[in-house]
């Protein structure tokens, strides 16, 4: 009877034991419900991790995309956050300076050191402050140029232009007032802000740059000779009227709606551009190439989000795991077909990358694109660049004084920081 | 005599603890919900606060204030909000005045009315601003579509979100739009209370149209109209998603209201003992004008 | 002459009235007109003001296939609630304020008044750092019930006062020497005689619950729990909105609101009639 009766609760301590031993993380993102990558993720990808990690279960939150960023500036505060979260880029270095992520090359190094290499490096470059990497790249994206076929062949083009010169020539042809109104109705290019996601392609096309390698100076960098060129240039396609309107704001026409209705001839556009584009319009042809070679040659920005841990999380170990799941081979393989651009140098050249209608030409862009400064004062770095680029384009002051200003301010903020 | 005092003192004691029983669930969950968050703000102006409660905020007094009161954008979004204040507010009251008295005269057709005024309030700031930001668009917005190829009033698109000159313009009138339906609820709602036999006894005495505005329903409408101007006010100040949605504070910082303000130095740039310094200062100064308003303005309807 | 002179005014203010209703209600038929269009038709120049080819799919998809119908019922059983406890909270601290003398009065008044003054945004962070710390607050519908209940009492104690301070005294005084303690004056005599005011307070309490996004969107964080609010802006999505889709979800979110307004304006007809002794 005793022996029995003991044995019933060996067994309950066990049973208890073993459902306690079962941690559960939760992943905080933003891929929104009725989305491939959503379905993708909820579908497969977590169930299968799961089923390889039976001691360790999954639950994803999803967070509405324009309210990431203030859940998590709350939850901070209240020490309430995910265990795992896919996070913006750009806030990656302000989330680390205040001590709220894992510094993954440090608490996992010796699995961090097996994978750092596998990663592209302008996606990874978004991970590391002040020497240390906060989490992993997850999927990036990157602007290209979108050329107008039917627009440029009415003019006798038939390529997307390759250098900065053939881009000035082009913008000037295919700028036009179809209806004799005495304003233009069709431009050669256009986008839609003045801020760095806007004008790194061209600054660092250009020969330019905002700060240095190590993101500690702005001086010589923010108003170097290819910085100043690129903005005067981009000055003088606007007071040309080449460049439509809506890149100083006030609304209009956006920049998709306008490449498929024949009003704009070049855009810039992230991967996204053509399940929006395709989703008003079915028929449309989208045509694109790397952004036209200045003396800096073809850069572009970098876009996408890093996965990170977070430090309040009780289960680091765990979440490290689902980590290096999310990055590995097999599942950004998956995440492609869901328009996902993987982060890895091994799918570069993978089939599933080459015979995808548009990612060949994002990839390619990729492997010389720009990170926005992995800096903790990105934010503000970011509004004194856009003031910057809006006072000489919007209120014509000199493009030499307008540089030199913003790298005293921005002088200011990396001193912040030191 | 001197039982009858007895029972009135009694009484006067009876209805302070009444009194005291009537507000104090209210003013005890209002405390704990509302006045403890703003002492913590208090507090938290004067650090170099850390959004993370793990690491130690360093005190430094009234540096917060004094790096405010040196800021030239401070000074810009300060006028900012007092002149979308001093110009939305007026024209809210009126223009619901208007409505409201004009909608009291059980003519026909009064509850369709009421129903149309009113739709603006219900909506949402969010969805509002984003329909003005369309509505005000360069190219392809309603505005200029109308004032240019329907009624050939201007000769060329007006770039109104993205000059300095008329970005503001925009948010004047959707603040002012969305609110001429509260204004006019709150006013039909004094109106309704006006007994209608001092309007008979006055128009018996000869008095007509105008007079009885001005000498019935202005005065008694008093309390209604000071409370409207308060909280307008407030409201004005407080402006935030409009600015936010239709400019994010520019162009060049040209629409940057204080709650924008504060939201950019604390969401964005992590500056939150900055950002709650900002809040008191904005707090201080509502606060102050309310008070002045209430005080001179008091109401003495009888 | 002057029953021409009334037709022309009556006729004039007519015109005025139209006009302005039609500027009002401008932004709102642009809504429903694109609620009804298919997406490839939103953005053309110059915009369609009449949808062809017209469509109720949006509305379908949205209250089905976009889970509207339990955002729907979640804001229902958050709203009704709040405002229930709003008007019941701030009616009995207004009449506190408006009908009695206690030491120090003027001075609480003030300071309720001031916390109006005070810029929300701030505010959340402690406010939301107090509830995360009782693990029962936290998801739970019943939190949003409790703080918007008690979110705006400051604002409405303010606007019930001045109505319950000149509503006539007799009717109270009379209730009293009939035997009535202060709670049943207030209850039996005092409240039916604020009517229009409690009307105008149920409409914007509920617009004010009801349209409440940020706070909920912190503490309900399963989506088995969201409100209208939180549903429709999850039609913002990173790089692209649709809005035939969410204005969609807006005009349905919009139509309690609407019923509650018709409702409760009718009780603007006039109770306070003639010399208020009538009852």
Request: hydrophobic share 50%.
């Amino acid at each position: 009877m005793r022996m029995r009766k003991a044995l019933l609760v060996l067994v309950a301590i066990l049973a208890v034991g073993m459902l306690l031993a079962v941690e559960e993380i939760t992943f905080w993102h933003t891929y929104s419900t009725n989305s491939g990558e959503y379905n993708l993720l909820t579908a497969k990808i977590i169930p299968e991790f799961e089923k390889a990690h039976p001691d360790i279960k999954v639950k994803e939150t999803q967070v509405n995309y324009n309210d990431m960023r203030q859940r998590l500036i709350v939850g901070t505060a209240a020490g309430v956050l995910g265990d795992v979260i896919r996070m913006d880029i750009i806030w990656v270095p302000q989330f680390a300076e205040i001590e709220m992520l894992v510094p993954v090359d440090i608490v996992f190094a010796e699995d961090f050191a097996k994978v750092k290499d596998g990663f592209l490096p302008g996606p990874l470059s978004t991970c590391e402050w002040k020497g240390h990497y906060y989490g992993l790249p997850l999927d990036t994206n990157t602007q290209v140029l979108l050329w107008n076929r039917k627009l440029f062949e009415e003019v006798g083009l038939s390529e997307g232009p390759k250098t900065m010169d053939e881009f000035i020539k082009y913008a000037k042809l295919l700028t036009k007032d179809k209806n004799g109104d005495g304003q233009n109705d069709q431009w050669g290019y256009a986008d839609g802000g003045l801020g760095p996601w806007n004008t790194i392609p061209w600054i660092y096309s250009f020969g330019g740059h905002i700060l240095d390698s190590t993101n500690q100076k702005a001086e010589g960098f923010v108003n170097s000779e290819g910085s100043i060129r690129a903005l005067q240039t981009v000055k003088d396609l606007f007071e040309s009227g080449f460049v439509a309107d809506t890149i100083i704001g006030g609304g209009g026409i956006g920049t998709f709606e306008g490449y498929a209705e024949n009003i704009y001839s070049m855009i810039l556009a992230g991967p996204w551009a053509w399940p929006i584009i395709r989703g008003q319009y079915p028929d449309a042809e989208i045509n694109a190439v790397v952004f036209p070679a200045g003396d800096g040659g073809s850069r572009s920005v970098v876009g996408g989000e890093n996965i990170v841990i977070t430090e309040t999380s009780e289960h680091k170990a765990a979440s490290w795991e689902f980590v290096k799941y999310m990055t590995s081979h097999e599942v950004q393989k998956a995440f492609v077909e869901v328009s996902q651009m993987p982060v890895l140098k091994s799918l570069v050249e993978d089939q599933v990358i080459i015979e995808h209608p548009y990612f060949h030409v994002f990839m390619q862009q990729l492997t010389t694109a720009v990170a926005r400064s992995p800096h903790p004062g990105w934010n503000q770095i970011n509004d004194i660049m856009d003031q910057a680029w809006q006072d000489v384009i919007v209120a014509d002051y000199g493009v030499k004084e307008s540089l030199d200003y913003a790298v005293e301010l921005i002088e200011r903020v990396l001193a912040e920081y030191r | 005599m001197i039982f009858q005092g007895c029972t009135d003192l009694t009484r006067e004691t009876r209805r302070k603890w009444a009194g005291l029983l009537f507000v104090l669930p209210g003013m005890l969950a209002y405390l704990v919900w509302t006045i403890y968050p703003i002492f913590n703000g208090f507090y938290m102006s004067l650090f170099k606060w850390n959004l993370n409660p793990r690491i130690p905020n360093e005190f430094i007094g009234l540096s917060n204030y004094v790096k405010l009161f040196q800021d030239p954008q401070f000074y810009v979004a300060l006028s900012n909000t007092i002149k979308y204040a001093v110009i939305t507010v007026p024209f809210q009251l009126v223009l619901g005045l208007l409505v409201a008295v004009l909608l009291n005269r059980g003519k026909k057709g009064q509850t369709l009315f009421r129903l149309l005024y009113y739709l603006p309030v219900i909506t949402s700031w969010v969805v509002v601003s984003v329909l003005f930001q369309y509505l005000f668009a360069t190219r392809g917005g309603m505005i200029n579509f109308l004032l240019k190829d329907v009624l050939h009033l201007i000769k060329t698109d007006i770039k109104w979100l993205a000059q300095t000159s008329t970005a503001m313009i925009p948010i004047y009138t959707l603040g002012i739009w969305k609110g001429i339906g509260w204004t006019m609820l709150i006013f039909l709602a004094g109106l309704q209370s006006i007994p209608k036999q001092l309007y008979e006894a006055a128009r018996i005495d000869g008095a007509g149209g105008w007079k009885l505005f001005a000498k019935i329903t202005m005065p008694l409408l008093r309390p209604t109209f000071v409370f409207q101007l308060v909280m307008l006010t407030i409201g004005g100040f407080n402006v935030f998603l409009s600015v936010l949605i239709m400019t994010g504070g520019g162009p060049r910082n040209s629409t940057q209201v204080l709650n924008t303000y504060m939201f950019k130095e604390a969401f964005e740039y992590f500056h939150f003992g900055y950002g709650a310094a900002i809040a008191v200062v904005f707090f201080i100064m509502v606060f102050t004008i309310s008070q002045l308003q209430r005080r001179f303005l008091k109401s003495d309807p009888y | 002459m002057s029953k021409l002179k009334r037709i022309i005014t009556n006729l004039i203010i007519y015109i005025l009235l139209v006009l302005g209703a039609v500027i009002m209600c401008f932004p709102f038929y642009y809504m429903i007109v694109t609620s009804l269009k298919e997406s490839a038709y939103i953005f053309t120049v110059p915009p369609q003001l009449i949808p062809e080819p017209a469509t109720l799919n949006n509305y379908v998809s949205v209250w089905t296939k976009a889970d509207f119908k339990l955002y729907f019922w979640n804001s229902v059983k958050i709203t009704i609630p709040a405002v229930l406890l709003n008007v019941f909270l701030s009616s009995l601290t207004a009449y506190g304020f408006a009908r009695f003398r206690f030491p120090a009065k003027e001075l609480w008044f003030s300071i309720l008044i001031a916390t109006l003054a005070v810029p929300g945004l701030l505010l959340t962070i402690p406010q939301f750092d107090m509830v995360r710390r009782v693990k029962f607050l936290m998801d739970n519908p019943f939190t949003i019930i409790l703080t918007s209940g008690i979110g705006s009492v400051a604002f409405n104690a303010f606007f019930l006062r001045g109505f319950f301070e000149g509503i006539p005294i007799e009717l109270e005084e009379a209730a009293e020497l009939d035997g009535c303690n202060a709670f049943r004056t207030y209850w039996k005599v005092a409240l039916p005689m604020a009517r229009p005011a409690l009307a105008t307070l149920v409409i914007l309490s509920f617009l004010g619950v009801w349209d409440d996004y940020f706070w909920p969107s912190l503490i309900l964080r399963e989506r088995s729990q969201w409100t209208l609010p939180i549903g429709i802006l999850g039609f913002r999505a990173q790089h692209s909105v649709q809005w035939h889709l969410l204005f969609a979800g807006t005009m349905i979110a919009i139509l309690p609101v609407l019923v509650i307004y018709i409702t409760f304006q009718k009780y603007f007809v006039k109770t306070v009639a003639e010399g208020g002794l009538k009852l």
